[in-house]
């Protein structure tokens, strides 16, 4: 028989709010319950002890309060931190916690696979299942906070898991409604608590849906740029003949005409001979100079996979490559490659195999 019970990690505060006041409950409850999902991370009904007895047999009857299956979970040299999950479907997706010395980001996936096909991207040569609910969104942070025993909500900033990065597989504005929700139950105060200034999303430039999502949560934007002109970026992203860079630089320009603090990061992979020489990092430099956008760089590493066709740059045309940005006034620091050796690199996610 198909359950009937609805997936309550998920629901938004609203919705939570509606169903129980339809269930004749005061509008408290929504507010307490609410804290023992994402304040507290309790795994069960029963837990939640300031409920009476019968309401919990109540919520158990309306609700399922699940994790996703932890398939596989993998530490590398450097403390990166990969779980495969598994969805009540049976689809997976891989999510990736980074630590850094006194923090650390936890790079999550909304989508299983991808749509969008970029040339040198592990996940683009897997094709779209489906779209991630925004509960799994959301869930793929609480499986993270599990594992380092980070709840109740840290209220200091000396937490672990101190940032959000929306860069995991699939394209986020290709999933717009669910990571609205998501983002928005991940920053709530009185839950999660991870501060909109301390979630980046990134998107490789569905232009029409950029600001909509930026307005409706506050977080911050990163862009997949990867090249300084269409003629190449044409080649790398078949999303790049729909909406062009010019289209894209529109867009972060509306976005930051509305506060004058904010900043754009374009993410610029450092491909050996296909974007990577001095003279493309000027035509770069004048393209935003020309747009004025206020921006800072993350030149990341290439990492390879079995069957790509693109070698990473080499360290001296990364080093000045880097430095023309930085001349230009560009803060510009070059990603370091975490967890190569466990495949949880930027790029490398897939949701068939761990190895
Ligand atoms: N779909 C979104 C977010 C997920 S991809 C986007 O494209 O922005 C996260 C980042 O990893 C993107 O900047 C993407 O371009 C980068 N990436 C993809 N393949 C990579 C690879 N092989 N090596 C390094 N970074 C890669
Ligand atoms: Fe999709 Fe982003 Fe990979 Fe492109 S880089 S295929 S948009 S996940």
């Not at 603090?261 to 491909?271: A, D, G």
Request: aromatic content about 8%.
């Amino acid at each position: 028989m198909m359950s009937d019970k609805i997936e309550i990690i998920g629901l938004s505060k609203k919705e939570l709010e509606d169903i129980l006041s339809q269930m004749g409950e005061k509008k408290f409850r929504a507010k307490q319950i609410w804290q023992w999902l994402y304040f507290r991370g309790v795994q069960n009904f029963d837990e939640m002890t300031n409920l009476s007895k019968d309401l919990r047999a109540t919520l158990k009857n309306h609700f399922i309060l699940n994790r996703p299956k932890i398939i596989a979970e993998q530490i590398s040299k450097d403390k990166t931190h990969k779980w495969l999950l598994e969805f009540s479907d049976g689809e997976r997706v891989e999510t990736v916690y980074i630590p850094e010395a006194d923090r650390g980001a936890v790079c999550i996936s909304t989508q299983v696979g991808c749509a969008m096909g970029c040339k040198f991207c592990h996940t683009g040569t897997q094709t779209l299942t489906r779209n991630l609910t925004a509960g799994e969104i959301v869930s793929q942070f609480m499986v993270a906070r599990d594992s380092y025993h980070e709840w109740p909500s840290p209220t200091d900033e000396t937490r672990y898991l101190s940032n959000i990065v929306i860069m995991g597989m699939g394209e986020p504005l290709q999933n717009k409604e669910n990571v609205i929700k998501a983002l928005n139950i991940l920053s709530d105060g009185d839950g999660i608590a991870i501060s909109r200034r301390r979630i980046t999303m990134s998107t490789c430039g569905i232009v029409p849906e950029i600001n909509d999502v930026l307005e409706k949560t506050g977080v911050r934007l990163a862009i997949s740029l990867h090249a300084p002109n269409n003629t190449i970026r044409n080649t790398l992203m078949p999303i790049n003949k729909v909406y062009s860079i010019e289209k894209i630089l529109e867009a972060c320009q509306k976005y930051q005409s509305k506060d004058g603090s904010r900043y754009v990061t374009f993410e610029y992979l450092m491909l050996d001979k296909i974007n990577d020489s001095v003279q493309q990092a000027q035509e770069l430099v004048s393209l935003l100079k020309k747009y004025k956008i206020r921006a800072t760089f993350n030149l990341i590493p290439f990492n390879p996979w079995e069957g790509s066709a693109f070698k990473p740059s080499t360290h001296e045309a990364i080093k000045s490559f880097a430095n023309i940005l930085q001349k230009a006034g560009f803060a510009c620091p070059v990603r370091v490659a975490r967890g190569q050796d466990i495949s949880a690199a930027c790029g490398q996610l897939k949701s068939k195999t761990i190895s």
